[in-house]
């Protein structure tokens, strides 16, 4: 299909955006870690009293776990970056709609701590969020006294008190369902176990939900098996502070590897974040890295291809594809399959991006293989209404010949409204379209 075809029919992916060529020079200071903040403001909003959270930078995602808390009957005010929570009125209502937006983490989060909360519920959201899977909650949830009213998606209706208990769940599934229960179990009488039922994945999330629960006063313990969490604890107000976020970071240090030199502040090297191992992976490449406590430089060097195992990672698989794509050699990322549901087949997403640019990817069915070129070239991509994959294309510039026409533009909301400014602040030249 021609530009010219795709721009007159595809109209729900407006506004585009135009990636020129650049070479990164400067630095960032990256937003706070959407991840952290989730979860820093549902256990706020658990805590029944007055906390704050901050910096807080308000992401679509981050709105949509805002609307939920107030529509639980918390009250919240933002200012300088500042959010203020008062759950004092938490769980007084019931018979709510909880719209979460696109927020797959808000939708799988709260499920569990509504229904702790005896509260009858119906789960709305948007995009692709109805069609992703929630058939962990609707298979164990009637299990533990809740009542689940779904065709397959949403709408959800819940019913009914969660009981404490002994919860079977595969570790190979999203992290978030685990987080789901952990944010909930502690509020019941009873104590409970999480039991894995297969290895775990993704477990850099479920070990940031436990830290940041453990600053709200409420304890975790790890086994063998999974996870036992003591009943009748109570969430205890204090004000979070937020970690700078290790996601987004990676789209900027991924371009420095490629090209020029880029610097990242914000960063904390201790964080809970598995996503902080970017900065080890493209050193891995050969990119030059230098770490302090709250920071990463990057400067580009020769690349080369390596192999990366994306289960504990896989928010990175399209950073650091890209990264692959201009690395000698070949590059094998493996054990990614759980990317195929996000919001888009993002695996699927990240190889017609790269292969659109002249690139050489080939989907696995739980990875990508990708052989690296030298330059890409000019075309036009599809964003996929995906935030990453939109962002992803953008870092592509750093080593292109021409120009780069993406769609959706505007799905950088949903986690990085400010994306186009800090990259633009380092060299970059993203223009959003106003294609009507």
């Known amino acids: 299909m021609s530009t ?18 650049f070479t990164p020079c400067g630095t960032v200071n990256i937003p706070p870690s959407k991840s952290d903040v989730h979860r820093a403001i549902i256990c706020a909003a658990l805590t029944g009293g007055k906390c704050t959270v901050a910096p807080v930078a308000l992401s679509n995602d981050i709105r949509a776990t805002i609307g939920v808390i107030e529509a639980m009957g918390a009250k919240t005010h933002i200012e300088n970056g500042v959010l203020i929570i008062d759950g004092t009125e938490i769980f007084e209502k019931d018979n709510l709609t909880l719209d979460c937006g696109e927020s797959g983490s808000a939708l799988r989060f709260f499920i569990p701590v509504v229904a702790a909360g005896g509260i009858n519920a119906t789960f709305v959201g948007h995009g692709l969020l109805p069609q ?25 209706t819940i019913s009914g008190r969660l009981q404490s208990g002994k919860f079977e769940i595969p570790g190979n599934v999203s992290s978030q369902f685990i987080t789901g229960l952990l944010l909930a179990l502690p509020m019941l009488d009873g104590d409970s176990d999480i039991v894995l039922t297969s290895p775990i994945e993704s477990v850099g999330y479920i070990n940031m939900t436990i830290y940041t629960m453990s600053k709200f006063g409420v304890e975790i313990e790890t086994t063998d098996y999974g996870w036992h969490i003591k009943g009748n604890q109570k969430y205890i107000p204090c004000d979070y502070k937020t970690d700078g976020d290790w996601s987004q970071a990676a789209f900027f240090l991924v371009a420095g590897a490629i090209s020029g030199s880029v610097t990242v502040n914000g960063v904390n090297r201790d964080s809970a974040q598995g996503d902080k191992k970017i900065a080890e992976l493209v050193a891995q490449f050969g990119a030059y890295v230098e770490q302090t406590d709250t920071s990463v430089k990057v400067r580009a060097q020769k690349l080369h291809g390596i192999t990366i195992d994306a289960s504990q990672i896989p928010d990175l698989v399209p950073a650091l594809s890209v990264c692959a794509a201009f690395a000698e050699g070949k590059t094998r990322i493996i054990n990614a399959e759980r990317l195929r549901i996000k919001e888009c087949d993002r695996l699927k997403a990240t190889a017609d991006l790269i292969n659109a640019l002249g690139g050489k990817v080939t989907e696995l069915e739980d990875g990508l293989e990708i052989e690296g070129v030298s330059r890409l070239k000019s075309g036009f991509v599809q964003g996929c209404n995906d935030h990453r994959i939109v962002m992803s294309a953008g870092v592509c510039a750093a080593g292109l010949d021409g120009e780069i026409e993406c769609t959706y533009a505007l799905s950088i909301n949903k986690s990085y409204p400010d994306f186009y400014i800090d990259y633009n602040s380092i060299g970059g030249k993203a223009d959003v379209l106003d294609i009507r």
């Open 132 to 156: 992703r899977p929630i058939g962990i909650f609707t298979e164990a949830l009637p299990k533990a006294g809740v009542k689940c009213q779904t065709e397959g998606g949403l709408p959800l």
């Open 4 to 21: 010219d075809n795709v721009l007159s029919t595809d109209k729900s992916s407006k506004p585009h955006v135009k990636y020129k060529p």
